[in-house]
Every structure is written in structure tokens, then in C-alpha cells.
């Protein structure tokens, strides 16, 4: 079948659909209805089926594989490299299983799991679906006041963390973030749970903190059966990036995200059993929960954790690990490759990563020099997905595993099968034809594995993501989309990232395309500012590659003007950013994305709110000594 008629048959009949995926996992008991959609928008799939996600993804292959590797674990922080087969792993989780259920979590209660990139994370996440506890994982980079918040939503019974994680060959202690957390949260869970790695001092609360050394020995044999689920029951919740302001506690099912996964391995990461799956994300975010802990197990694959950046000890080291453990498909973020390209061309070709399949990139737009770059310099096909923590899985790709359909540039690829894509006008959600930007808007229900609701909070899930148009039940992406006459769509942007200089509307994606397009600039970011003349101007900040080049006033301006006369060629002269200006980073989210509206508010003299979620504060202080009005 084509990728057409494929994604076709998955919307004119969802229930036959998603009937044949649904048989990609195990079910311990049939469901007796596909779809129920009585109460829109809220899509319950798989009505009375029983599965478990850690039964899928590990016990499943027992049989077949029990002494394969499911999990390596690699760290370039501490040096340490550990490997799982299925059956350790399994060993491992019900361990950690059998000392959450003697701390006396159950079915539906919430854990916490504020961890480095260790094994132990992934035990506990498995852990808790093995007996039905819901985790909710808070990355390990978000400090007290974040973590705090998260866990006041949640109300865990349980916390697990560990005495610190590492970056950059640096130490990050958790204890004292956490702490300080259980300190200003109003919820306090009976007890935290630690992993001793010895990187930093950990003080112990007596009666609520426990060590997990101990408590293993103890356990070493324990066998903990899997509690078998209810398909509409909650495996996770997760909060967005907060890239747009205050975070959302996405819930998730269990069987309908075991089947989208399972079915996502199949036909768009095209995965086989025994082959390995690496994700450079970190289990914090969402594609580590689908593409680290659960999706490559599911299909029988080994996951790659990796502890550490993709420039340390220097920028060969994903490709070392590619080489390392012969990995077949592989997910990365277009930052890391960006940051990438600031180094030596040549560790891309150093090492054997002839076992590679497949580059995937998600998370923010792929401009098209760096997708070329990566692509040419590896010699493999790069695939663009576009997706969100709300829905789990790719909404744009190309699904080789359906069909081989080319890549454009520029554009993720079309809708996935089980999404039914709309491109509406703004203002009247009328659907806009090829060639015209509109919100990639998604016609309920949404399919298997994509959000529930708004953890404990329905009515912010329904105003939130279906209420921008009044008379319309659409679910809003809050991106701007073109699609060209052959179905391919390009993302120009989130819906509050486009300016208005003097009455024309402009993506600030356009424009960074165009600045990031030009060989001396690795990076750039583009955002609108007040201006009393023209509403709004663009202001263009540009990481360089050597960054040298900004020291000479005379190569400088020679740049600046090479860089707008490029906009002014391919976009006109309304487009031309009123400044440029080189900095040595840029702004991120520790997810790895650009925070524009924080760099907006600093441009225009307001407040940048939250920032906890902020990799590096100290590039805002650069930010705002290169836009304080001078002289
Ligand atoms: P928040 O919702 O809290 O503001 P966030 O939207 O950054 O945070 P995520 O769910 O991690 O949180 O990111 C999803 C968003 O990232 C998408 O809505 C889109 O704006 C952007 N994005 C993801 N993948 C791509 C891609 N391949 N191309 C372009 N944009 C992408
Ligand atoms: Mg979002």
C-alpha cells in the first residue's frame, strides 16, 4: 500500500486501522471496542483491553531473546559503559519493583523520578509501569523551583534521585535541588529513594530518605508479576518543554501509546529485533520516554542511554558510539548537529558508522544547510519528524516503512497515519490551499499514544488545545505550516513567533533560514521588537563559526551587510533585520530549544519571566550588554 492510501484508510476508517496495529503488542486481554469517542474531544482507545507497557517491552521477548542486549547504558561523564540483556533488565526492574511496592506504591500512584541519564532511571520508569505506578520524570537539569511545582502537580508517594548527574565532565549535585524542591512544595511524598553514585556528598533525611544499594541486595530475587492494565489507565505524565511559559502536565494511556510506538517502530523508524536504537535525547523529555525507554524495546531493539554532550571529550563521540555498538537507527535534535557544526568536518567521517541506517531529527525546525551538512557529511539519508510532547510520536514524517518516499528539504514530510493534518487560516479556520501558511490543526480524535488530557485538569486541555477557533472542535498545534502542491509541509513557526513590521507578517523562520544559510554562521535566532516607527522590526542574533570574525570591525560589517543583502534578495527589504548581532551562544531550553521570547522581552526591556528552564543563564547577560542602548 502507499503512504496515501495508507494514511487514507487510517482516517476514513480509524477503527479497522488501528484494529491491525493494535496486534503489533500483547494483549493479556482482548479489548472489545477500538475507539470511543463519545465524548469529544477525549478519545479513549482500546476499550477494556489489558496490556502493560513493561510486559511489551521486555518480558515479551523473553522467549526469543532473553539474552540479548535491551539496554547499554554509556557514560562519557564517568567513564562507565554497562550492558543489560533482556533478562537482566527484567531482573533489574523487579528489584526496583519490589522496593517501590515495599514503600508501599500501588497501582495509580505517582513517582517522581528526577534522575541522571543511569540505568537505575530506566529500571524505575519500567518499574512503575510493571505495576501500574505513574511516573511523572522531571529533568534532572530543572532546579528547585521548577522541580517543586512539578512535584506539587503530581503529589508522588515516591521520589527517586540520585546524588548527582554530570555535564560537560562537570558535576551537578541533585540532592540539594531536591531537597530545597520537597522544601517549597506543599506535597511531600513518604519517601525519596536514592541512587549513591559517589559524585557528590548526599545528606540523608532519616525515616524518608533511602538508599537503593541496600535495598537491591535485599531484593535480588524478587519476582514482581506484572499488573495488567486497563488500555485507557495513565502510564505518564510529562510537562512540555516550556518553551511558551508555564508547563503542561501531558497524560498518557498505556495501550494506546504501546501500539502507536510499536507501530511507529514499524513503518517510520523501521527498527528490526536485535538491532541497536540510539537516541541522544535524555529521558526527560518526551523522546526519551518514546524513542529511549519504551519504542526501541518494544521492537525488540537495544536502546542506547548516553550520559553525556555530543562534544565531549570532543565532537567524534556520537559517531564513536554509533561505530561502538553498531547502531542502526539513530535520533538526535538539529541543535546537536548545529552545535556539530562548529567542529572538525572530519570526525564525521573517522569513524565506521556503516551500520547506520537512518539519521532522525526532531524537536525544531531542520534548516536545510544543516540538514545538508549532516546528510552529505555522513553519507545516510536524514529524516525530519515533526511532533510534540502532547502527541508522543511523529504528526509529520516520511514513513519509509509504508513507502520509500523521497525527503524535501526544509519539511519534515506530510501526516502520519492515524493524524488527520488541516492547515486553517487563523482567524477563520477555513482550510488554506498549497502555497498558503496556516495552523497545523489536527481533526480530533487524536490518534493512539497522543495526549489524554491535562493531568488533572480537563478543562485546560479542552480551552488549551481545542479552543482557538469558536465554533470548531480542532486540535491546535500552535505552528505555522505551508504545505506544497505535492502534500509536503513545512513548519514556518509557532503561531506567537511571527512579527509585523509595518503591516507585513512574517515568520521569523524565514528569515533565520536565510541568515543560517550563509557559510560564517553556525547558528542565528530572530525575534521582533517594539519599534515606534514600523510596530515591530526584526533583530538577528548569529552564533558565528569562529567567532573571531565578530572582533574585527571591518569583517564584521563586511558580514552584516553580506547577511542582509541575502534577506533583502530572498525576502525583500521588509524583511531585512534592523540589527545583527553576534553572540557567542544562544539562549536554550536545557531541551536544546531557542528561547525567543525570552530574548524578545530582554530586546524590548521587560521582564523574561521563568527561566529556570534555561541551559546557560549567562548568555542572556551577553544578550542584554549587545541590546542596552549604547553611548
Ligand atoms: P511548550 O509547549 O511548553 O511551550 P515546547 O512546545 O517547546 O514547549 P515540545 O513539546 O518539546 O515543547 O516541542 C514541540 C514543538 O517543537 C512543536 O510544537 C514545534 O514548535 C517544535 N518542533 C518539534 N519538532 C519540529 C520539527 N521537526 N520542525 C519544526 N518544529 C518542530
Ligand atoms: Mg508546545
Known amino acids: 500500500m502507499n503512504l496515501h492510501d495508507f494514511h487514507e484508510w487510517s482516517i476514513s476508517d480509524r477503527e479497522s486501522f488501528w484494529r491491525e496495529q493494535a496486534y503489533l503488542i500483547h494483549w493479556h486481554k482482548p479489548f472489545t471496542k477500538v475507539l470511543d469517542y463519545s465524548k469529544p474531544p477525549f478519545a479513549r482507545w482500546f476499550v477494556g483491553g489489558e496490556t502493560n507497557l513493561c510486559y511489551n517491552a521486555i518480558d515479551r521477548h523473553l522467549s526469543t531473546r532473553a539474552d540479548k542486549p535491551a539496554l547499554i547504558w554509556e557514560s562519557t561523564e564517568t567513564g562507565q559503559s554497562r550492558s ?3 533478562r537482566e533488565l527484567q531482573r533489574e526492574v523487579m528489584r526496583m519493583a519490589a522496593i517501590m511496592q515495599s514503600l508501599g506504591v500501588e497501582r495509580g500512584d505517582r513517582v517522581v523520578i528526577y534522575m541522571p541519564m543511569i540505568p537505575e532511571a530506566v529500571f524505575a520508569m519500567h518499574a512503575c509501569a510493571r505495576i501500574g505506578a505513574i511516573h511523572s520524570v522531571v529533568f534532572g537539569g530543572f532546579a528547585a523551583h521548577s522541580l517543586a511545582s512539578r512535584i506539587d502537580d503530581a503529589a508522588p508517594r515516591l521520589i527517586i534521585s540520585a546524588d548527582a548527574g554530570s555535564r560537560g565532565g562537570k558535576v551537578v549535585p541533585y540532592k540539594g535541588a531536591l531537597d530545597e524542591a520537597i522544601e517549597r512544595a506543599a506535597h511531600k511524598p513518604e519517601h525519596v529513594l536514592l541512587v549513591d553514585r ?6 540523608r533525611m532519616p525515616g524518608r530518605d533511602l538508599d537503593y544499594a541496600p535495598l537491591r541486595e535485599r531484593f535480588l530475587d524478587a519476582e514482581v508479576p506484572v499488573v495488567w492494565l486497563e488500555s485507557n489507565e495513565i502510564s505518564y505524565t510529562l510537562y512540555t518543554s516550556g518553551t511558551t511559559g508555564r508547563p503542561k502536565g501531558v497524560q498518557r494511556d498505556v495501550g494506546g501509546y504501546a501500539v502507536a510506538l510499536a507501530a511507529s517502530m514499524k513503518y517510520i523508524y523501521c527498527g528490526n529485533p536485535g538491532e541497536t536504537f540510539f537516541s541522544s535525547s535524555d529521558i526527560g523529555w518526551v523522546v526519551g ?5 519504551y519504542g526501541p524495546l518494544l521492537a525488540g531493539m537495544a536502546t542506547l542511554l548516553f550520559e553525556g554532550t555530543p562534544v565531549h571529550p570532543d565532537a567524534g563521540i556520537l559517531w564513536r558510539l554509533v561505530e561502538r555498538h553498531r547502531v542502526s ?3 538526535s535534535a538539529p541543535t546537536a548537529i548545529r552545535v556539530l557544526k562548529k567542529h572538525d568536518h572530519a570526525l564525521l567521517t ?13 524537536g525544531e525546525p531542520l534548516d536545510e544547510p544543516t540538514a545538508r551538512w549532516i546528510s552529505e557529511g555522513l553519507g545516510k539519508p536524514v529524516i525530519d519528524n515533526y511532533w510534540q510532547t502532547e502527541t508522543g510520536w511523529p504528526i509529520l514524517t516520511v514513513a519509509r516503512g509504508v513507502e520509500d518516499t523521497p525527503t524535501r528539504l526544509g519539511s519534515p514530510g506530510m501526516p502520519m497515519y492515524g493524524y488527520d493534518v488541516r ?3 487563523i482567524e477563520t479556520g477555513r482550510e488554506v490551499g498549497p502555497g498558503e501558511k496556516g495552523v497545523v490543526s489536527i481533526m480530533p480524535p487524536l490518534p493512539p499514544g497522543c495526549m489524554q488530557t491535562v493531568w488533572g485538569d480537563d478543562a485546560r486541555f479542552v480551552n488549551t488545545y481545542f479552543g482557538s477557533l469558536p465554533d470548531k472542535l480542532v486540535y491546535s498545534t500552535f505552528d505555522w505550516g505551508i504545505r506544497d502542491a505535492d502534500g509536503y509541509t513545512f513548519i514556518l513557526g509557532r503561531t506567537d513567533d511571527v512579527i509585523n513590521v509595518a503591516g507585513h507578517r512574517l515568520g521569523t523562520r524565514e528569515i533565520e533560514e536565510e541568515l ?8 542565528c535566532t530572530v525575534v521582533g521588537m517594539a519599534d515606534a516607527l514600523k510596530g515591530q522590526v526584526a533583530i538577528a542574533f548569529v552564533v558565528l563559526r569562529d567567532a573571531r570574525l565578530a572582533d574585527d570591525p571591518k569583517q564584521r560589517l563586511a558580514l552584516e551587510q553580506d547577511l542582509l543583502a541575502s534577506v533583502d534578495r530572498s525576502l525583500g527589504a521588509v524583511a531585512r533585520p534592523a540589527r545583527i548581532v553576534p553572540i557567542p551562544a544562544l539562549p536554550k531550553t536545557r531541551s536544546g530549544k531557542i528561547l525567543r521570547r525570552t530574548i524578545q522581552a530582554l530586546c524590548e526591556g521587560r521582564d ?7 541551559e546557560d543563564p549567562a548568555v542572556l547577560e551577553m544578550i542584554l550588554a549587545a541590546v542596552r542602548p549604547q553611548g
Do not use: C, K, N, W
Open 198 to 203: 559517589g559524585l557528590a556528598a548526599m545528606p
Open 350 to 362: 573517522q569513524y565506521d558508522t556503516s551500520s547506520l541506517r537512518t539519521l532522525f531529527l526532531a
Open 423 to 425: 492547515l486553517l487560516d
Open 516 to 523: 543560517v544559510a550563509h557559510p560564517a554562521v553556525a547558528e
Open 289 to 293: 520516554h518514546s524513542y529511549i525507554v
Open 608 to 614: 523574561p519571566g521563568d527561566l529556570s528552564t534555561i
Open 329 to 331: 537507527v539513530m535520533f
Open 84 to 86: 543489560y540483556t533482556f
